[in-house]
């Protein structure tokens, strides 16, 4: 559906892209992952032709980008990170007077249409009034409206919850994941939270390389090690030696009197280090085993890029 | 879909006071025009203790005087309201970002720059229409009935003349990243058309010559300026296919 095959882009000294490649399954939401400059946007805009790479290719339902140009721009819906609209124009003359009429949708078509898509964003009071006015968060929204305005088999969406107060973001998130089956969504975030909720694939980008892609359970399964916490108000003594030691830590790290321990074998971790702490006379205030969350993942491997 | 850009350009125009003060400065050009040249010499003699062989040396206004005011003042106001109308066009759009939620939907960039200068053309024939109907009617009522054809054509090659600079300020702006460097780029070229057309071996050739071949007409000359109509179509033309050609291949 989405093909990405060694994307290079330069700007001047800085490598934006670095042969990034990444394939994205159709009617999935695909997470898109990194640190600020990690090339997100620069992919974002590559696919939307605004951009073009240095060298590589890429593909929308196989159509190859620059080649086509628009016909594969009525492939997709674009939500840029910071939506910009004309201030003098309603949002309903917006939507129905040239973002509809610019996909080829015209007269009651494109009314009717404008209608549905003022609802479902939440934007249906504020249909007749200027654009000028919009806060960032109804822009976001107008900016999906507009991108969704042809129904594309293919939507790029940059940080499209980042402007938006919790409740807008969940009916935002609700929206993305009625769509999921029906088209293809490339999702750029940092978010993480919204990833876990909403993507079904996910892949993280570092340094304009992608670090890994797959599903999010997943990578959940083989990247997020198991955290185990103890905190002991008095204390650990000889115990933090001890567990360095051990052949299952693969790592540990102390603040004040909390302990964090990665470990390889859950099990074998939980059993041998409460032994220890009980045979050590250690008062022991929390015991806890950390779910692993994506967010552990996504730091352990930028950092790792790093 | 060109015609929908072409919409949004024109509404644009009229929803952000563009067009009514483009039109009214024109309005107000061509009315006033004659208005000066009659009123002129009896505003200098009516200048108390004038030295009385000063005041006989005031020449009596005629038809030719209004023509010369019209032309004066059109072309210095035309050619500030077209750098300022048009200069921004692309370069607000790309400094805004509207340009790149404009052109990630299919529309060929070409379209944006043309449908960007037929209404700028468009736009500038209504102002020249004001200009020349308010110049004729206070003509008429202050001196005589211009000749209508001579005075037509005298319009269509300020339209050729003043065209020329709005290519140029689309181009200007077209190149730019943003609004300060379009009006540098657009007034730069201003200057470098006028002060071309000042060298002797180049002047023939000058779209500047169009004004002077208009006045001509109206004075029933036999003056003529082929080979500048020729220059300026081909500076217009050119202007708006480099426009194109570079839009298509900017990144937004």
Known sequence: MIRIQNLVKTYGAVRALDGLSLEVAPGSVYGFLGPNGAGKTTTMRILSGLARPDAGRAWILEREIGRSGADVRALIGVLPEEPAFYGWMTAREYLRDFAAPLQGIKGAAAAQRTNELLAIVGLAEAADRRLAGFSRGMRQRMGLAQALVHRPPVLLLDEPVSALDPAGRKEVLDLIETLRGEITILLSTHILADVERVCDQVGILAKGRLVVQGQRDELLARYAAPLIEVEAGDGFGGWLDWARRQAYVTSLTQSNHTARLLVKDVHAAQQSLLAALAEQRIPVQRFELIQPSLEDVFLRLTEKEA | ?252
């Open chain 2, 1 to 252: 879909m060109f015609l929908t850009l072409l919409a949004k350009e024109l509404r644009e125009q009229w929803r952000t006071w563009k067009l009514i003060v483009f039109l009214a400065v024109f309005l107000i050009t061509g009315l006033i025009s004659p208005v000066l040249a009659k009123y002129t010499p009896e505003l200098l003699g009516a200048i108390p203790n004038l030295p009385a062989g000063l005041a006989a040396m005031i020449p009596t206004p005629t038809v030719a005087d209004a023509i010369a005011q019209y032309v004066k003042n059109t072309d210095q106001f035309g050619i500030l309201l077209v750098l300022l109308l048009t200069m921004g066009s692309l370069a607000q759009e790309k400094e805004r970002g509207t340009a790149a939620m404009l052109l990630t939907k299919p529309v060929r960039r070409s379209a944006v720059v043309l449908a960007k200068a037929l209404a700028g053309m468009g736009v500038l024939l209504a102002g020249l229409l004001v200009d020349g109907l308010g110049c004729y009617a206070y003509t008429l009522v202050l001196f005589a009935a211009l000749p209508p054809v001579a005075f037509l054509l005298l319009n269509l090659l300020i339209f050729v003349y003043l065209g020329v600079f709005l290519a140029l300020a689309l181009l200007a702006s077209t190149l730019a990243r943003n609004q300060g460097a379009a009006a540098a780029g657009a007034f730069g070229a201003l200057i470098v058309v006028l002060v071309l057309g000042s060298l002797p071996w180049l002047s023939p050739y000058s779209p500047g010559k169009l004004v002077e071949w208009g006045v001509g007409l109206m004075q029933q000359s036999a003056f003529s300026a082929w080979p500048a109509l020729g220059v300026a179509l081909s500076m217009l033309a050119l202007s708006v296919a480099a426009a194109c050609w570079s839009l298509e291949r900017q990144e937004i």
